[in-house]
């Protein structure tokens, strides 16, 4: 099969982990005789510095005539105190709306090969394996008005029927191929918001009546989330709470560097990115795992380009290296060999490429 990628590295760490992305991309086409052409664009603040715009319009025409989008990370200290439209995370919101890329989703698993990572107990986290499914299109990121004056500052939390039904119908179909079961979480105490978010989840559970649902107000989901984890199978939630929820969940696996992420479209396009962001305190020294980035390529063989095999292979491969005793320094343990961003990618394709041995012997056989 021949693809064509949209690779926006972005700053930071965002372009140490696109690097070892793209590599384990290309160990995968080597391996089951795929053709990745790959076009590189900017975003973020090296657009802000080269085109004067955090997503400039050939970056755009680029991605729309690509069959996926792979981004990295944006943002850092230098555009920190850039006005909002030239601010690099602008770059992303902008992307996210311009392709309607309204359904978020980030895995978060137990990495069985290095459970001792997380700072929780072995017993809580061990059996972890959940789908947050973040609204990404709406709520208080884009809503009107927005904005800041000398004496006040507005943002404004708005969501229209259609916009929750189509996440929420996400949830439940995601729910279905899973455990079956979805928690929504809101803050229908407080905000008139979540009360139409509820009432929306509530109409649609009867269009699924398999699927098991329960609601949690959005500040106890957050201690369930560290004191019991495993209740959980999809999680369906608005874009802050999302954002929020997601980075603490990342406290599970033990890092922030191993959630990666699919930001996808009603037809299935779709952007793929780790959720961390350009790790400014790292960047540069080669210290920043790449396993999320990995995992993100993972996603959009599987989402995108219904390789669901290829995806398997990737994330066999980089919990083999868990397994095998190696790991980076976010996810540093007694027992285990600290490796750098390069090195680590090449122990993932060390370990595609002895899967790939493996098959041939295999096949030998039968
Ligand atoms: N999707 C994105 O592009 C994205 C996401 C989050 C933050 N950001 C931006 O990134 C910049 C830094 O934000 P921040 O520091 O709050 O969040 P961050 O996610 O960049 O980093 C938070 C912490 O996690 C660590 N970390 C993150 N990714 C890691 C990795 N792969 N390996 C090892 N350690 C990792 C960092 O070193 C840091 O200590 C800001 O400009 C922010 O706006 C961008
Ligand atoms: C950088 C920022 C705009 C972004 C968000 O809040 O969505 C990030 O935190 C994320 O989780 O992708
Ligand atoms: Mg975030």
Known sequence: MEKT???LPGDGIGKEVTESALKVLQAIGRRY????HVNTGLIGGDAIDQKGHPLPQDTIDLCENSDAILLGAVGGLKWDQNPSHLRPEKGLLAIRKHFDLFANLRPVKAIPGIISASPLKEDVVKSVDMMIVRELTGGLYFGEPKRKTDNGAVDT???SREEIERIVEKAFELARLRRGKVTSVDKANVLESSKL???????KKLKYPDVELDHLLVDAAAMKLITNPSMFDVVVTENLFGDILSDEASV???SLGMLPSASIRADGFGLYEPVHGSAPDIAGKGLANPAAAILSVAMMLKYSFGMETEASSIEEAVFSVYE????TSDMKQ???RVL???EFTEKVIEELERESVSDHILSAYV
């Open 33 to 36: 005789n795929h053709r990745y």
């Open 157 to 159: 939390l708005v969501y």
């Open 334 to 336: 007694d027992g285990y």
């Open 252 to 254: 599970i696996t033990g």
């Open 5 to 7: 990628i949209a690779v």
């Open 197 to 203: 978010w509820r009432e929306v989840v509530e109409q």
């Open 324 to 327: 095998d005793g190696y790991c």
């Open 340 to 342: 750098s961003t390069s």
